[in-house]
């Protein structure tokens, strides 16, 4: 058997760490050195942390920020850069007073060759901005409106102005955020999962494979995994290692395998159980 593409033995990546989209009360500055980062710690978020700008697309390279909490909405934001400007003065000097900030999209490509351009209007408002096979893909997460908020990833061209075609989920607000992870399949077809959670309410998982070369969806799967022993678990592994992503229903309580789809011949087809 031909070996997979070693690109598709990544493992996949997922966005609930990639904050971008949050508001921060920026407290000073410094010149990027070999000085460990101070981490943000969710535990205490209004105890300071540091931030590499390179990593954050409105971040300068060569730079760190240092930084107190991650808001979601201006008020929050607002309240706590007052709390901050008041009452946490030792932290910064008169030449650095605190300010509300976005630092811009979480930039997850180390070494990106796309351009990222501030004219196509879905930038500015990202969370994440990752690129993958030689075309951008861009997460944002909009904000509660009439009871709900929508989840996207769109694709763009490598120059950054075309979207060629936007994946999204209408989750409800009192959902929370969504969980969306990427999986490389083979080059060219990359497969997208949303999940999100609520209290008696279960998870739910939506499961979209494209073809981002032809700009298809290939596969369209919906899974609900509201607890109890028997409940059928939708996840998406490599059990046959050899580099490429299957589709698994698996039984919660035993971990007996119900159902897989394998990649073959272009598409995703089921496959007896091993």
């Given at each position: 058997?031909?070996?997979?593409?070693?690109?598709?033995?990544?493992?996949?990546?997922?966005?609930?760490?990639?904050?971008?989209?949050?508001?921060?009360?920026?407290?000073?500055?410094?010149?990027?050195?070999?000085?460990?980062?101070?981490?943000?710690?969710?535990?205490?978020?209004?105890?300071?942390?540091?931030?590499?700008?390179?990593?954050?697309?409105?971040?300068?390279?060569?730079?760190?920020?240092?930084?107190?909490?991650?808001?979601?909405?201006?008020?929050?934001?607002?309240?706590?850069?007052?709390?901050?400007?008041?009452?946490?003065?030792?932290?910064?000097?008169?030449?650095?007073?605190?300010?509300?900030?976005?630092?811009?999209?979480?930039?997850?490509?180390?070494?990106?060759?796309?351009?990222?351009?501030?004219?196509?209007?879905?930038?500015?408002?990202?969370?994440?901005?990752?690129?993958?096979?030689?075309?951008?893909?861009?997460?944002?997460?909009?904000?509660?409106?009439?009871?709900?908020f929508t989840k996207?990833?769109?694709?763009?061209?490598?120059?950054?102005?075309?979207?060629?075609?936007?994946?999204?989920?209408?989750?409800?607000?009192?959902?929370?955020?969504?969980?969306?992870?990427?999986?490389?399949?083979?080059?060219?077809?990359?497969?997208?999962?949303?999940?999100?959670?609520?209290?008696?309410?279960?998870?739910?998982?939506?499961?979209?494979?494209?073809?981002?070369?032809?700009?298809?969806?290939?596969?369209?799967?919906?899974?609900?995994?509201?607890?109890?022993?028997?409940?059928?678990?939708?996840?998406v592994q490599d059990?046959?290692?050899?580099?490429?992503?299957?589709?698994?229903?698996?039984?919660?309580?035993?971990?007996?395998?119900?159902?897989?789809?394998?990649?073959?011949?272009?598409?995703?087809?089921?496959?007896?159980?091993p």
């Open positions: 058997m031909v070996a997979a593409p070693q690109w598709a033995r990544a493992e996949p990546l997922c966005d609930q760490n990639w904050d971008g989209a949050n508001l921060i009360v920026q407290i000073g500055e410094r010149k990027k050195d070999d000085t460990p980062l101070e981490p943000y710690d969710p535990k205490q978020p209004m105890k300071p942390y540091e931030f590499a700008g390179a990593r954050y697309h409105l971040g300068q390279k060569g730079k760190v920020y240092r930084a107190v909490g991650k808001f979601q909405n201006r008020e929050e934001g607002d309240a706590a850069w007052k709390h901050v400007y008041s009452e946490m003065t030792h932290l910064y000097t008169g030449a650095y007073p605190p300010f509300l900030t976005n630092p811009g999209a979480y930039l997850v490509t180390d070494l990106a060759t796309c351009k990222i351009n501030r004219k196509n209007p879905i930038i500015d408002p990202a969370s994440w901005i990752m690129e993958k096979d030689n075309v951008l893909l861009v997460g944002a997460q909009t904000e509660c409106k009439k009871g709900q996207t990833i769109t694709v763009v061209s490598c120059d950054g102005m075309k979207n060629l075609m936007t994946d999204s989920v209408k989750v409800p607000c009192d959902m929370g955020r969504v969980n969306s992870c990427i999986y490389p399949v083979v080059p060219g077809v990359v497969a997208f999962e949303h999940s999100y959670s609520a209290p008696a309410q279960g998870t739910q998982v939506r499961l979209r494979v494209y073809d981002i070369a032809r700009k298809k969806r290939l596969h369209s799967i919906d899974a609900g995994h509201d607890g109890g022993p028997e409940t059928e678990l939708m996840s059990i046959d290692e050899d580099g490429i992503p299957e589709i698994v229903r698996t039984v919660a309580g035993t971990g007996e395998r119900t159902s897989v789809l394998k990649w073959s011949k272009g598409k995703f087809s089921e496959v007896k159980a």
